[in-house]
């Protein structure tokens, strides 16, 4: 039986892989005609489209009149259907059959963004302080405190992102490394820059104008970080792409980011050494959602 290895978007080779892999990423949206690909015993890669074997999976699909084919449906304006238990049980299964990987990349991830954290408090927390316990607002220090905010967001946004992109891997089967864990420190951080600046302020500005808008924005502009990682989009196409998948369940989303939220904290209550547990879980459920919204699979409206 022929085996292939291909080059995929992150310009990584995966393979071997057999022809019902490849027909099924095909059909996920992951392949098309102009994927590099190559036979086991072929010396170079070529287009998908170039191997005969797969013309009938790159091929419209026939819909009721034999010999015609049925226009082309975009993925973008279908339906889906969003199971939280489901994503929550599959996200399990997920961690536990690669527990010690993710817990323990997952682990890394969170000590660096505490880090973080204790750094951004250094020069924060006075001013935090002073606001909280003296009720003194100073214009500098509002000023400062929202220049951190807007500096050290796409410091964060980055290092989800490469989280997010190590779980997209380990539901897909592709066996990812640590590396992958740090992916959004490659050519995609320009864009994940971008993307952290201009969801801070516009989701902001939201929050100051009314309570309710800023909360739309969060919730519709969630899968915005998993989607510049994935795809590669820009990063409006990305936060556009978002709001308008997720504005087809707008409260079904945000009750799963609830549930979400719910789950990743849980593993306080057992002296935070569970949430080395809850939170590779809620991660792994949220990419579960993520692949559910912005599948081509997704059931047709």
């Given at each position: ?225 998993p989607l510049v990682i994935d795809r590669q989009l820009h990063f409006w196409e990305a936060m556009e792409l978002s709001r308008r998948m997720v504005n087809k369940h707008w409260f079904l989303v945000l009750a799963f980011l609830v549930v979400y939220a719910v789950l990743s904290m849980a593993g306080v209550l057992a002296c935070c050494i569970g949430i080395l547990v809850t939170v590779p879980i809620s991660i792994a459920a949220l990419m579960y959602a993520y692949e559910t919204i912005f599948s081509d699979r997704a059931k047709?409206?």
């Open positions: 039986m022929a085996t292939y290895t291909l080059i995929g978007g992150d310009q990584k080779q995966y393979g071997p892989v057999g022809a019902d892999d490849v027909r099924r990423w095909i059909a996920d949206g992951r392949l098309n005609g102009q994927s590099l690909m190559r036979e086991e015993t072929d010396t170079e890669f070529r287009p998908l489209s170039t191997f005969p074997e797969f013309a009938d999976a790159l091929a419209p699909k026939t819909a009721g009149v034999p010999g015609a084919a049925a226009p082309p449906v975009d993925w973008r304006e279908r339906d889906y259907e969003l199971d939280i238990g489901g994503c929550i049980n599959r996200g399990w299964e997920v961690v536990k059959n690669n527990f010690w990987p993710a817990v323990g990349i997952t682990a890394l991830v969170l000590l660096i963004v505490v880090v973080v954290n204790q750094f951004v408090g250094l020069f924060t927390r006075p001013i935090i302080q002073g606001i909280m316990l003296e009720h003194r607002i100073t214009v500098g220090g509002a000023v400062f405190l929202l220049l951190m905010i807007l500096a050290s967001g796409p410091i964060y946004t980055i290092i989800m992102a490469g989280l997010f992109k190590y779980y997209l891997k380990l539901i897909r089967g592709e066996n990812p490394g640590i590396g992958d864990a740090f992916s959004g420190f490659g050519p995609s951080i320009g864009q994940l820059i971008l993307l952290s600046l201009a969801l801070n302020i516009l989701t902001l500005v939201g929050y100051v104008l009314c309570v309710v808008p800023g909360i739309y924005l969060a919730v519709a502009w969630f899968f915005s970080i047709a409206a």
